[in-house]
């Protein structure tokens, strides 16, 4: 038993010497390639108040950078240290790099210390199946997704005969799990209560036990991580999955010897056959669990906080609300109720209430961010050096064409205006990225699952339209003022909508 309790001693002290010597050459590194560039709030003496002003207003933080050097790159305190934020018209010099050279992916998963949360994964396999096998099959799935919204409607929320407040949050993280289960592991599996408390943990798991990990001093990582609840749930979170999808491979292995069997349309089968078409050996049943948690957490929360948006500015606007109602209507009318894709290409005011949601509250003011993975050097003669990650300042309305009208007022049909010109009928599109639409980031790292979202979303909002009537709760005026956590937009929590039930 002594020696036993020895060997785990020696075991964590060689790990915290390992982790001594990697933190001080990477400190070493960035005090050497560390940028002469200003810092917003330079006159303000007391650094720890300058980062929790990122924490929490991190929007008015970049307002104030934008304002004081305009068309400059500049600096801002963090947390995580100091972060480098670019004018949005050097955007154009990142575009073309191939994720290899300036990952999007990568930048994300240094924020949530991915090495750690185990989000810092990229797989040719699961990019291959979202942009090419996902985008691909989108429309066939239309009528199964809104069948699952349907039914989690049914499930999840209370009858609302009567007006019912309705904790957003809440309740459609399950319709937006449930819905987007039904393409990334089928059915009756997208049912599994088990199976959608697991794969939307994970990224609550991620997140949290994240910025806990990151109060510890990064020499004490190795062994910090052993003693955060969220941390140590990660690994079971992936653990669980395996044991969730297990059942469900062996059944589809044991289909695959009938010969006369039927090939499963979803991200199962597409993962499956990309590995076999890229000859990975590695890519086993783990593998694929691993990867089906980890395209959950990049398509659930943003979902839903998305319709989450959308909804309160619908809210505060309900004039809004009887046009998308005629609509939805309008476009469903002839033959069945039921969704069709071009049901959802035909739904350009809907479309454009949801851009115009997303260009007032965006996933993040600072959507497009990059990890050099090469050394760069832009067009000011700026040199970035490999391994620094940089952002664009994205969410200066101000910036917006002049053909778009007033950039700060909100305007629902903005875009359904703007697409009325035949030559434009196909631009300005809730999916489509550009110069002055990068909520979807911009270049050839684009967001691959933006035309998935967007179906997700018309999806569960037109049930919503088409079902329900909805309001804010007594006392609430005006749109919710949304809260701040560093760059990240997120729609108050604490605000109940009433949802009653149309007869």
């Known amino acids: 038993m002594e020696s036993l309790f020895m060997s785990i001693l020696w075991s964590l002290a060689a790990a915290a010497m ?21 810092i917003v709030g ?42 480098v934020f670019l004018p949005r018209k050097l955007a154009y010099d990142l575009k073309p790099f191939s994720r290899h050279e300036a990952s999007g992916m990568k930048a994300l998963a240094d924020r949530h210390i991915g090495h750690y949360t185990t989000i810092d994964h990229e797989s040719d396999i699961m990019l291959g199946a979202i942009k090419i096998d996902l985008n691909r099959n989108l429309g066939n799935f239309v009528e199964h997704v809104e069948h699952e919204v349907a039914h989690a409607f049914e499930t999840q929320f209370p009858p609302c005969d009567e007006w019912t407040p309705i904790d957003l949050h809440e309740k459609l993280l399950h319709v937006v799990a449930q819905a987007s289960a039904r393409i990334f592991v089928g059915y009756p599996m997208c049912r599994n209560e088990e199976w959608l408390d697991c794969s939307t943990r994970f990224a609550l798991d991620v997140m949290v036990g994240g910025e ?53 349309n979803d991200m199962i089968e597409w993962m499956q056959q990309r590995a076999k078409k890229l000859g990975d050996t590695s890519f086993n049943s783990k593998e694929l669990a691993n990867l089906q948690v980890l395209t959950a957490t990049a398509a659930i929360h ?9 909804l309160y500015d619908l809210a505060a606007r309900p004039e809004y ?40 509250s965006p996933p993040s003011v600072a959507t497009f961010q990059r990890k050099a993975i090469v050394p ?22 101000d910036e917006a064409p002049v053909e778009w009208g ?33 909520q979807f980031g911009f270049g050839n790292d684009a967001c691959p699952g933006r035309f998935f979202a967007s179906n997700q979303i018309k999806i569960i909002l037109s049930h919503i339209l088409s079902n329900y009537h909805f309001k804010f709760e007594n006392g609430v005026v005006g749109r919710p003022k949304n809260l701040m956590f560093e760059v990240n937009v997120l729609a108050d929590p604490t605000v109940k909508v009433l949802f009653k039930k149309i007869q």
């Open 18 to 38: 390992t982790a001594v010597l990697a933190n001080a050459l990477t400190t070493y590194r960035k005090r050497r390639e560390a940028f002469v560039l200003p």
């Open 42 to 83: 330079a006159d303000t003496a007391d650094i720890n108040a300058l980062k929790e002003r990122y924490v929490k207003e991190a929007d008015v933080l970049l307002r104030e950078g934008y304002e004081r050097f305009k068309n400059n790159i500049f600096q801002v305190i963090t947390p995580d240290g100091p972060r």
């Open 212 to 264: 806990k990990l990151k109060h510890w001093h990064p020499w004490l990582r190795p062994i910090a991580q052993h003693l955060i609840p969220e941390m140590r749930r990660i690994r079971s979170d992936h653990q669980k999955a395996l044991a969730l999808l297990l059942p469900e491979l062996q059944s589809r292995s044991k289909e695959c010897e009938n010969t006369d069997s039927t090939p499963h």
């Open 302 to 310: 943003t979902t839903r906080l998305a319709i989450i948006h959308a």
């Open 321 to 360: 609300i009887k046009p998308l109602k005629r609509e939805i209507f309008e476009v469903t009318k002839e033959g069945s109720s039921t969704l069709r894709k071009q049901h959802l290409t035909q739904m350009r005011k809907l479309d454009s209430f949801m851009k115009e949601s997303q260009r007032h």
């Open 376 to 397: 760069i050097d832009l067009s000011n003669g700026f040199h970035i050096s490999a391994g620094t990650i940089v952002q664009c300042n994205t969410n200066m309305l």
């Open 406 to 438: 007033d950039p700060n007022a909100f305007d629902g049909f903005r875009f359904y205006k703007l697409r009325s010109k035949p030559e434009d009928a196909n631009k300005y599109q809730f999916a489509s990225t550009s110069y002055d639409s990068m």
